[in-house]
């Protein structure tokens, strides 16, 4: 089946086209809409797409099956709510909600529609993380033991020129909530579900609301401990990755925005096993689109029945829990267990007393 596809904002909207593009029999973009007329032209003439300016002649279209949500953050839950209820399913940007109360609102509407609602994590889909896939499946991984995270970008002022980032009230969050939150989810997806965290958070490079420099430590279900660094002041934009598992260790490249591609490094404890770990990390790192296209073909698979690997609405509220929790420890000065109890401040919001 081919998918009819409305994207909601030209901005990132250009990066998901070219992922809908490369998959040319799986998807069609039939809208694009924008407040800039301008813009959304641009991005929907090469395909032939129809523009619009409001939300309401997306949600009327009978030539859209799924609606891509590539709005601000505060606008991601009502939206998604709104395009649900009108019988679409909905991709949606990061992060889906500004609280664990509102990601679970979001919940209630996707069971209420009997639609799906896909979280964009397109940085699960590389060769590296299929790679590390077919390595747990042939039982080289072994239990997770260790990881170390790095989300070390260069963030300037002429970033935070447009009016939503940086603000509580619009970006819902800072570094933790609309940076790191790509590699935190991968921590997760390779690790498993997180039991505790404790953070130290603060604002140390540009004139914002929201923090922009992070330590984190991770505690998982299954034992494992990971540490993660997170700047927006680095000289350059570097993601980085280290997983340390019982029989094997992977090791990232430094690509900020594409941590699953690059040269990645799988190595062996013992020299017996190296040989079969290079020829499955060689099979296998071919297999599978990456990036966008391979998170949109992953979700194409789920709405036929075929695959489940797409990121699910599960794991976007997990995302956001996590990163209640990170808040809620850093302004407390503790531990924070997970998932996080309903009766915390940040359950209901993320945003700080006064913000």
């Not at 009108?86 to 509102?102: F, L, N, Y």
């Not at 997970?338 to 401040?345: F, N, Q, R």
Request: proline share 5%.
């Amino acid at each position: 089946m081919t998918y009819r596809v409305a994207i909601l904002g030209a901005g990132i909207g250009r990066e998901h086209m070219d992922g809908y593009t490369a998959l040319g029999e799986r998807f069609r973009v039939t809208q694009v809409c924008d407040l800039d007329a301008a813009r959304a032209e641009a991005l929907a003439a090469p395909v032939g797409a129809a523009c619009a300016s409001s939300i309401d002649a997306v949600l009327a279209n009978p030539e859209v099956d799924i609606v891509d949500i590539c709005l601000p953050p505060s606008l991601h839950v009502p939206t998604a709510e709104r395009v649900l209820a009108s019988g679409k399913h909905v991709i949606c940007e990061k992060p889906i909600a500004g609280s664990p109360k509102d990601a679970g609102a979001l919940a209630d509407a996707e069971a209420t529609s009997g639609k799906r609602f896909f979280p964009v994590f397109q940085y699960r889909f590389g060769p590296a993380f299929s790679a590390l896939e077919a390595l747990r499946t042939a039982g080289l991984l072994g239990a997770p033991r260790v990881a170390a995270a790095e989300t070390h970008w260069n963030r300037k002022r002429d970033y935070y020129a447009n009016h939503w980032r940086g603000t509580w009230a619009h970006e819902m969050g800072g570094a933790v909530l609309s940076h790191a939150i790509h590699i935190h989810d991968l921590l997760r997806h390779e690790f498993g579900p997180v039991a505790e965290v404790s953070a130290f958070l603060d604002t140390l490079i540009n004139p914002i609301e929201t923090e922009d420099c992070g330590a984190i430590l991770f505690r998982f279900a299954t034992g494992a401990l990971a540490t993660s660094s997170i700047t927006l002041g680095a000289a350059d934009d570097c993601s980085r990755l280290k997983l340390v598992y019982e029989h094997l260790t992977a090791e990232s490249d430094s690509l900020p925005y594409q941590p699953g591609q690059g040269n990645w490094r799988f190595l062996a404890r013992t020299a017996d096993a190296q040989a079969e770990v290079d020829r499955i990390v060689a099979d296998a790192s071919a297999r599978r689109a990456n990036g966008f296209a391979g998170l949109f073909e992953a979700i194409a698979d789920a709405l036929d029945g075929a695959d489940e690997r797409a990121p699910t609405l599960a794991d976007g509220i997990a995302s956001i829990h996590l990163a209640a929790a990170i808040y809620r420890s850093q302004r407390h000065g503790m531990p924070v267990a997970l998932p996080l109890d309903a009766s915390s401040e940040e359950y209901a919001r993320l945003a700080p007393e006064g913000a």
